[in-house]
């Protein structure tokens, strides 16, 4: 279902978006350097295709005969059309090969396979003017270009250019048309059979093309058979699972155009298409991604769009009813792995979507974002807070209990206490003291116990509230806010100065998996932060101190032996509630350690 999908989706963008995706023989590929020459062969300029992309260059996405795969020792045989990379096209040698005449058997396998879709060159003066180029071979205006070491090490494509011309030669009409016609021929060594796309009989492809995700080899599919004990019946390869040529070339594009513009966390790349134009389809990356730096609002508008489209009446439209998809792909060895697969109306989803956040809403501050992007939320729970230690396969599991309306999966509770606990006493390199209860850590800790609860007990909506709840009395919320408002008292005996560690550095990992074993402790030396309260400028604010220490406190009968780990999280957001609670615009103090 999933190829079908894609492959219906690759006919439908040729009907409403005629020219947005390649036509059939057509691929989209990264050309870095063009060769501009005139009729007769002669090399004009050395033109730089690139642009700036992050901190690199990359090549512009020109549209070109498609590639096939070229792998071992025989891959200097395989050329491209009138298009490759400069080994092939420019005859250029890697820096450390040692046949010197590898050169020449690459670029003679270009030209021969110039010479096959066009036996006669002069047909079109595109085509001409690069096989006279070839004939000629004068590198000399190439290898003095300033481009010449770049084009060298580059491992992307080079084309060719007719002076005068916009386009490239591989893009001139009479090429386009040439290739279409080797498309749609039917060769006597094809092997013909039913599709199982589309049902229909014709050649099927033995190899698909390279549909590769982040982090996969260039040559990953998403079809493949790489292995003898992976075939049966006697079928190689791709004929184990017979797709005619046409729905192959369909779903690949399809994959690949989608690709370019996925939701990329962790491992896992994620896809989204609708059976038919949809609003959802347009800004479902913007509203679980990263703000673009472009566009720094693009996550809260998408989000703030697709709440008002609910609330509009979108499950009863016709754009409601359409039905979407989503793929979560991630580099598995030669082949790609599906992480998850997910059909469901557009209305399904749009609510789903709106539930998860509205289960990730919590207090916050008004220099932060009203809605967290997925990788945000991910990345909170990772060592360091680096992308490439969010766990495997995590990414793709909470996108999935997203989608489904499921339970996030444990492992993701697991690791946002695990980080909390770790970074209890965190510090930047100035010494100023970090949050281990962060915005994104405690929005995710609430969705995760907000959701085990709704699906366990459908009557209750939502456990943990958005800002303090002094009506919650689960006994591990109690204790958060309990050992909030301890370490708030140390931190106003000690004022005006400004404390360098407080109980949380030394004793959160503690007070939060077995409270019996320090809360004692804990009041005690409170009890001594109080009585120096007393005595200074801020003695009001130890009754304040103490009435708050009363009223969390009346709801615990016994401190606990220890806390499980659902119950660590509802400390860690009742910690969280009650230290904002004390930062409200009212209140004077500054919010250091909110």
């Not at 004009?44 to 590639?67: C, H, I, M, T, Y």
């Not at 999966?409 to 209860?437: C, H, M, W």
């Not at 915005?439 to 456990?463: G, M, Q, S």
Request: aromatic share 8%; net charge positive.
């Amino acid at each position: 279902m999933i190829l079908q999908a894609l492959q219906q989706y690759y006919e439908r963008k040729t009907v409403e978006s005629p020219g947005e995706l390649p036509p059939y023989g057509y691929e989209d590929q990264a050309i870095e350097f063009v060769i501009e020459i005139d009729k007769d062969g002669d090399v004009v300029q050395v033109a730089d295709n690139r642009f700036q992309d992050g901190s690199g260059l990359v090549g512009k996405l020109e549209r070109v005969p498609q590639p096939v795969d070229r792998t071992g020792q025989n891959a200097w045989k395989t050329a491209f059309l009138l298009w490759d990379h400069p080994r092939y096209a420019l005859g250029l040698r890697y820096k450390d090969e040692s046949d010197d005449k590898m050169g020449m058997r690459r670029i003679e396998s270009f030209r021969q396979r110039i010479r096959y879709s066009f036996p006669n060159t002069t047909v079109d003066e595109g085509v001409s003017a690069v096989w006279q180029f070839l004939e000629k071979m004068d590198l000399t205006k190439i290898g003095s270009s300033a481009l010449y070491d770049e084009i060298q090490k580059t491992q992307k494509g080079v084309a060719f250019r007719l002076s005068g011309d916009i386009v490239l030669v591989c893009q001139r009409p009479a090429v386009q048309g040439r290739v279409a016609e080797e498309f749609a021929v039917f060769d006597n060594a094809d092997i013909t059979g039913p599709c199982l796309i589309t049902g229909n009989i014709g050649p099927v492809v033995e190899l698909h093309r390279a549909t590769p995700v982040p982090k996969s080899k260039s040559t990953a599919k998403i079809v493949s058979y790489n292995e003898k004990a992976y075939e049966s019946y006697g079928k190689t390869q791709g004929l184990n699972a017979c797709v005619g040529r046409p729905a192959a070339f369909a779903y690949t594009t399809a994959l690949n155009h989608l690709l370019r513009r996925s939701l990329r966390v962790g491992d896992a790349a994620t896809i989204f298409w609708a059976t038919r134009h949809s609003d959802l389809e347009q800004h479902i990356v913007d509203i679980f991604g990263e703000p673009r730096k472009d566009n720094p609002d693009s996550n809260t508008r998408a989000v703030v769009a697709l709440y008002k489209s609910v609330d509009a009446g979108l499950l009863n439209t016709p754009e409601g009813n359409t039905r979407f998809y989503v793929l979560g792909l991630a580099p598995n060895a030669a082949r790609i792995a599906v992480r998850f697969w997910e059909v469901a109306t557009v209305a399904e989803l749009a609510v789903r979507i709106c539930q998860h956040f509205d289960d990730l809403a919590i207090v916050h501050r008004d220099s932060e974002p009203p809605h967290l992007s997925l990788f945000r939320l991910l990345v909170s729970t990772a060592t360091l807070g680096k992308a490439d230690n969010i766990p495997p396969n995590l990414a793709g599991n909470v996108m999935s209990s997203i989608l489904t309306g499921l339970p996030y999966p444990q492992p993701l509770l697991t690791a946002a206490v695990r980080r909390i606990r770790a970074e209890q006493s965190k510090k930047e390199k100035n010494g100023k003291r970090l949050p281990n209860v962060t915005y994104p850590r405690a929005a995710l800790i609430k969705a995760y116990i907000n959701r085990v609860t709704r699906h366990t007990n459908p009557d209750i909506k939502e456990e943990l509230k958005m800002s303090l709840d002094e009506s919650n009395t689960n006994v591990g919320y109690r204790l958060g806010r309990l050992f909030a408002v301890l370490e708030k008292i140390q931190e106003d005996s000690a004022r005006p100065a400004k404390i360098n560690a407080t109980i949380r550095d030394t004793s959160y990992s503690a007070a939060s998996a077995t409270p019996v074993s320090v809360f004692s402790r804990l009041i005690r030396l409170s009890n001594n932060h109080l009585s120096k309260l007393r005595k200074g400028e801020y003695a009001g604010m130890a009754v304040i101190r103490e009435k708050q220490i009363q009223a969390v406190i009346e709801g615990i009968s016994d401190f606990p032996a220890s806390l499980s780990l659902a119950d660590q999280g509802r400390f860690a957001i009742g910690y969280y509630h009650q230290r904002n609670s004390f930062f409200k615009k009212h209140d004077n103090d500054s919010p250091e350690g909110s």
